[in-house]
């Protein structure tokens, strides 16, 4: 699966990195393996949302928010939070 991120999603990802290297390396790689191994039988911490946030999913890394959508082939990454900041827009 092809990964594109949001210039958004970009932004905090980089602001993520200046603080905590750690987390940051941590949402890329859980990025990278779910868009590996999405079809496999490997278990993610997926949800589907609902409210503004609908049609897209939530990938739980650590306290973290991935807020993505995808198709089978495209992965595309809106948004990566904090999970207190995650759905409050």
Same mark, same amino acid.
């Given at each position: 699966?092809?990964?594109?991120? $949001? +210039?958004?999603? +970009?932004?905090? *990802? ?8 750690? $987390?940051?390396?941590?949402?890329? +790689?859980? *990025? +990278?393996? !779910?868009?590996? =191994?999405? $079809?496999g039988k490997k /278990? !993610?911490?997926?949800?589907? @949302?609902?409210?503004? =946030?609908?049609? !897209?999913?939530? @990938?739980?890394?650590? /306290?973290?928010?991935?807020? !993505?959508? #995808?198709?089978?082939?495209?992965? @595309?990454? =809106? ?7 995650? =759905?409050? #827009?």
């Amino acid at each position: 699966m092809d990964i594109r991120y $949001s +210039e958004k999603a +970009e932004r905090q *990802i980089k602001k993520i990195h200046k603080g905590d290297r750690k $987390s940051a390396a941590m949402i890329i +790689e859980a *990025i +990278e393996n !779910f868009a590996a =191994y999405s $079809s496999g039988k490997k /278990n !993610f911490d997926i949800k589907i @949302l609902k409210g503004k =946030y609908g049609d !897209f999913k939530r @990938l739980r890394v650590g /306290n973290y928010r991935v807020i !993505f959508e #995808d198709n089978g082939t495209i992965m @595309l990454i =809106y948004e990566v939070k904090h999970r207190q900041e995650a =759905y409050h #827009d």
